[in-house]
């Protein structure tokens, strides 16, 4: 797949019209929020496109993307968006709203495999096997040819990946299970900004 990759520096620009439907990841300097930054957001639209924002780590100042996160009337498509959204409320100082996400789905669908990485789902659905060789890597400072194209490939096939599985848990029933988890995720990003890790479900 030929994928049109654009970077942007601080934010989206504001006359950017990527629908209602888009696909979102971030990169951090780790996954401690409080001690690892949020450096990049790369968003799709699901045709072929990747649009990779370098932040402005000293005021994270990005109006159009902060308004695009609370925009209720566009749809948001993670891979484990616990992490993302985490990093974008902390940082970006804004709650994302109206979210899927591929990994839960992918838990609830695909109760075949105990595998649910990007990686393996992309191989399953598209039929590629992306390199991941760049996820542990620098995303703080010039980025490299490399480096875009794995950031691109993070998020250019969530909307083809999302749809298969919604298929599967139409088909299984549990369609309903997905809906309500999805309504916990704002709750459980809260919890790991609360620095509650732990399952507090559990005994």
Same mark, same amino acid.
């Given at each position: 797949?030929?994928?049109?990759?654009?970077?942007?520096?601080?934010?989206?620009?504001? #006359?950017?019209?990527?629908?209602?439907?888009?696909?979102?990841?971030?990169?951090?300097?780790?996954?401690?929020?409080?001690?690892?930054?949020?450096?990049?957001?790369?968003?799709?639209?699901?045709?072929?496109? $990747?649009?990779?924002?370098?932040?402005?780590?000293?005021?994270?100042? $990005?109006?159009?993307?902060?308004?695009?996160?609370?925009?209720?009337?566009?749809?948001?498509?993670?891979?484990?968006?616990?992490? #993302?959204?985490?990093?974008? &409320?902390?940082?970006?100082?804004?709650?994302?709203?109206?979210?899927?996400?591929?990994?839960?789905?992918?838990?609830?669908?695909?109760?075949?495999?105990?595998?649910?990485?990007?990686?393996?789902?992309?191989?399953?659905?598209?039929?590629?096997?992306?390199?991941? &060789?760049?996820?542990?890597?620098?995303?703080?400072?010039?980025?490299?040819? $490399?480096?875009?194209?794995?950031?691109?490939?993070?998020?250019?096939?969530?909307?083809?990946?999302?749809?298969?599985?919604?298929?599967?848990?139409?088909?299984?029933?549990?369609?309903?299970?997905?809906?309500?988890?999805?309504?916990?995720?704002?709750?459980?990003?809260?919890?790991?900004?609360?620095?509650?890790?732990?399952?507090?479900?559990?005994?």
């Amino acid at each position: 797949m030929n994928i049109d990759i654009k970077l942007h520096k601080d934010d989206l620009p504001e #006359d950017l019209d990527l629908g209602n439907i888009i696909a979102v990841d971030g990169e951090f300097m780790g996954l401690n929020v409080m001690r690892d930054p949020l450096c990049l957001i790369q968003i799709s639209s699901g045709k072929s496109d $990747a649009h990779i924002i370098q932040l402005d780590r000293s005021t994270y100042a $990005a109006p159009n993307l902060i308004k695009l996160f609370s925009d209720e009337k566009i749809t948001k498509i993670f891979h484990y968006g616990r992490a #993302d959204m985490a990093h974008i &409320q902390y940082y970006l100082k804004v709650e994302t709203k109206n979210i899927l996400d591929t990994k839960v789905a992918s838990k609830l669908a695909r109760s075949y495999s105990d595998s649910h990485s990007l990686k393996t789902l992309i191989k399953e659905f598209i039929n590629i096997d992306v390199s991941k &060789q760049f996820q542990s890597s620098d995303f703080g400072g010039e980025l490299s040819p $490399a480096q875009l194209k794995y950031c691109a490939n993070d998020v250019v096939y969530l909307h083809k990946i999302h749809k298969e599985l919604n298929s599967i848990l139409i088909r299984e029933g549990r369609i309903d299970l997905y809906t309500d988890c999805l309504k916990f995720l704002k709750t459980r990003v809260d919890l790991d900004l609360a620095l509650f890790k732990d399952d507090i479900w559990a005994h």
